[in-house]
């Protein structure tokens, strides 16, 4: 985490907050659309709490980027309920690739190779733990 543009990423996030319920909408129609195969994890999920549950871990993820000690074992925690969920390693690109879609879209003409690379940067930051988490014995 200590290598992530923090500014960068709080900055960018304050500019599509306001556009939350968008983001997290077209999120999961860019999923969806874009790889199908994930479909079948969402088919029992009342989405729109998970659009709000999504909403909700940018949200806490962003805020606490600069307090890794709070953020990783929450992820982590994250990572290990994902499991439940039927989510697997392979299914984190997918999911990484559609965070920057949509952010891109939200975005607009904000949007930027170096927010691309922050963002890429910090997905690819939380994934890792999420995973370290999923690999947890359950105690």
């Known amino acids: 985490m200590a290598s992530l543009n923090v500014e960068l990423l709080e900055q960018s996030f304050a500019l599509v907050a306001p556009q939350g319920q968008e983001l997290v909408e077209l999120f999961y ?3 969806f659309n874009d790889y199908p195969a994930v479909r079948p994890l969402f088919e029992n999920t009342n989405m729109a709490k998970q659009r709000q549950n999504l909403l909700g871990a940018l949200k806490l993820a962003v805020e606490n980027l600069r307090r890794p000690e709070v953020l990783a ?3 982590q925690d ?3 309920r994902h ?12 999911v ?3 965070l920057l879609k949509t952010l891109a879209t939200v975005a607009g003409n904000a949007w930027c190779d170096e927010l691309e690379e922050a963002w890429a ?3 690819g930051a939380i994934s890792e733990i999420m995973i370290a ?3 947890q014995p359950v105690a």
């Open 96 to 98: 990484g690739a559609t």
């Open 121 to 123: 940067d910090a997905y």
């Open 29 to 31: 129609e860019n999923l």
């Open 133 to 135: 988490g999923a690999a």
């Open 83 to 94: 499991v439940d969920y039927g989510a697997e390693e392979a299914h984190y690109p997918a």
């Open 78 to 80: 994250m990572g290990l």
């Open 73 to 75: 074992p929450v992820l």
